[in-house]
């Protein structure tokens, strides 16, 4: 291929979808797809690095919005947002705050974090700290327009593990689970104000994070808690229906996945499982439709796309799967070992899976058979943040920098 139709592939794949950004986690509709996206005809050999600079520690995703990259990550007992340009990684602005951190010594190899995934919206981002610190800032400036520590309210203000949950904007609303094990709230905050506008204390935070969806004609905040599946009212945070779930050591950390009316949830050991939200007179309910044994999430959450659900087991340490969204049933599996985590991303007919080994692995989305075009290495150290796809490339954080990675 040309390098002039290199180039048209990779304005295709990240520059028709440019004006959406990659303002939080997995994507403009937390949902792992690059919409919009068509992946390159033929994938080259290598990709070209256009840039890599330190940025921190911590598994935080770094996000996008308006030719800016947002990235949190943790420099020494510091808790750092910065802003940098996207085409050049030069740091426009960056806020530091103190925040010690003690790890639980069974999750010590993952570090102090930040986990949790910043997000854009109206001119602000939002950032969830390890320790539970909620903050608002000014995209422009990184002003802190607002602040909440939580100290006065929880006995704990994060889960076990450190906080990992991202939260959601939904419209002049913030969604985020906060405190810690056994007592918790997930909440909506003003996003101008940090007010908060409604509660739901019944359950503490999981690691998985919040979306929100029109379900049986109710527009519902959808997540895993520490125990149970939800559906909350997003108006009103009241609760609409819960299915008890629970891991091994409280480990619920799969962002759900939802079709219409249909939810999909996974956790360590516990299989796939989708359920339809109904109507059932003046409440909602969770039917189940299907369990699949054969394969279960455990970190990595699943993307969906033309009715398959392509995911990563952590069975067999670490192997792709595609389900048939309609029955459940496995409609390929890929080998083991690929690597105790994947990030997963959906572009147009290609899946990209960023592995904790550093493999970029482009595979096809074909519902007949596991195929890899190619495997990229993009990083030299643990690669456990989501990458984001953008205009300029595909970003990627590992352990403490960020790398800007163009197709040509």
Known sequence: ????????????????AAAQDWPQWRGP???????GMAAPTTWPSALTRVWKVGVGEGHASPVVAGGRVFVFARRGEEEVLECLDLATGKSLWKHSAAAPYTMNPAASGHGKGPKSTPVVAGGRVFTLGISGRLSGFDAASGRVLWR?????????TSPRFGTAMSPAADGD???AHVGGHDDGSLSAFDVA?????????????????????????QRQVVTETQDHVVGLSADTGE?????????AYTQNAVTPVISGDLVVYSGLDKG?????????????????????????SYMSSPVLEGGVLYGLSHKKKGQLYALDLATGRTLWLSEGR????????????????????????????????????????????????????????ILVKDRESLALWRIE
């Open 1 to 16: 291929m040309s390098k002039s139709l290199l180039v048209a592939s990779m304005l295709a794949l990240a520059g028709s």
């Open 29 to 35: 509709s937390r949902d792992g797809l690059a919409k």
């Open 148 to 156: 909440h520590d939580f100290g006065q309210r929880f006995k704990d």
């Open 173 to 175: 609303r913030l969604i």
């Open 193 to 217: 104000t940090g007010a908060e506008r409604w509660s739901w204390k019944a359950d503490g935070p999981g690691y998985a994070s919040p979306i929100v969806a029109a379900l049986a004609g």
């Open 239 to 247: 609760l609409l229906w819960k299915i008890p779930f629970t891991t």
């Open 272 to 296: 796939v499982s989708a359920v339809r939200i109904v109507k059932r007179g003046a409440g909602f309910a969770a039917e189940p439709v299907w369990s699949n044994d054969e394969v279960s």
């Open 338 to 393: 690929l690597g105790e985590n994947a990030a997963l991303v959906s572009a147009g007919p290609a899946l990209l899976a960023l592995t904790t080994d550093s493999a970029l692995i482009v595979a096809k989305e074909d519902p007949k058979a596991y195929s890899v075009i190619r495997t990229y290495t993009v990083a030299d150290t643990p690669t456990w943040a989501h990458p984001a796809l953008t205009r300029e490339g």
